[in-house]
């Protein structure tokens, strides 16, 4: 698809047919997530695809659900065909920047002025979800509120953070986010030139 | 263009020529920005567009640029038609969670468990740099290490964060960043399945 076209058709979706979602799919959509950039091509992102109702019950209920549903959702976690849960690691980034051609003269790790690691992470997911509008898919968001308890159900390393859920699938009708209603920055709010 | 041949294309490029940049194709980019997600619709990202040389200069000088250009880069800010610097304002999700459709039952915002003003702004910024491939165009990425004399220069308010410097231009010949001899991970040891 022109990409022009998936960026704009892009949009969070909260609700899933049961149809299917083909493996392959995935497999491309998590290709071009590999492709984000990452400071000092660190990559220290990873990726967790679950199918599995159990699990995905499981991680419906970590990110409260119930409380969506409540105000008038579909079940979009645990009712959607594939969750990639995107990760990032810290940890990587530093051990990367202990490196012989990253350390400063002294030895020393640079001071990180921001957190590259949640950045790198932000450019991978949206890859992911532009990745499923060229696919014909659909995706939606949803935060873990308990990050440790994600952990201990997924087996993840006590050093990686998994920083959300993307449910994925056919989209289905469903309630659009109140949010929306606050509309959309305007550009000239937005952009500014040569200084804020 | 063919989104996966935006995806396939975009790298971090470290020279341009001095052919200018079309104003409305950095618009159009900007655009594409705005269109990212965000946690609650809070849109806490905010661009600057700098072309001016004197203000190139001095953002150069802020991302070390010498000590790029002491190890063989050409001066890929300086030199570069346009920047954009992307801003990220943790307060404005702060106030947008505080807002009465996102309060918690007894009236608190939200533990964050990650911070979302982070990754939302890594999700522009991948916008950015995949919609500069899609115009034919070329960037790269610099980390200002100075967050304070970015915001004088610029006029940034104290609770905006500057989060690097994209300099956008037609490509010229450049050096690739030694890191990429790190080579990319593959995919069986970042894509995990139903679990770590």
């Not at 392959?24 to 998590?30: K, P």
């Not at 065909?81 to 790790?109: F, M, W």
């Not at 590259?116 to 949206?126: R, S, T």
Request: proline share 7%; aromatic share 8%.
């Amino acid at each position: 698809m022109d990409f022009a076209d998936v960026v704009a058709k892009r949009r969070m979706v909260r609700n899933f047919s049961e149809r299917p979602v083909d493996p392959e799919a995935i497999e491309r959509i998590l290709d071009y997530a590999r492709r984000g950039p990452s400071a000092g091509f660190t990559q220290g992102q990873d990726f967790i695809v679950v199918t599995q109702q159990e699990l995905k019950d499981a991680i419906a209920e970590l990110c409260h659900e119930k409380s969506y549903v409540e105000r008038g959702f579909a079940p979009f976690i645990s009712g959607a065909p594939v969750l990639i849960i995107p990760c990032t690691t810290e940890n990587a980034y530093h051990r990367r920047y202990q490196q012989s051609d990253k350390v400063r003269e002294d030895g020393s790790e640079i001071d990180w002025p921001v957190p590259f690691w949640f950045m790198d992470v932000g450019c991978a997911v949206m890859l992911i979800l532009l990745g499923v509008v060229d696919e014909g898919l659909a995706a939606g968001y949803a935060g873990a509120m308990d990050l440790d308890m994600l952990r201990e159900l997924l087996n993840i390393p006590a050093e990686v953070t998994p920083v959300g859920v993307i449910p994925i699938g056919h989209p289905a009708p469903d309630k659009r986010s109140p949010s929306l209603k606050r509309g959309r920055r305007d550009e000239k709010e937005v952009v500014h030139h040569e200084g804020w």
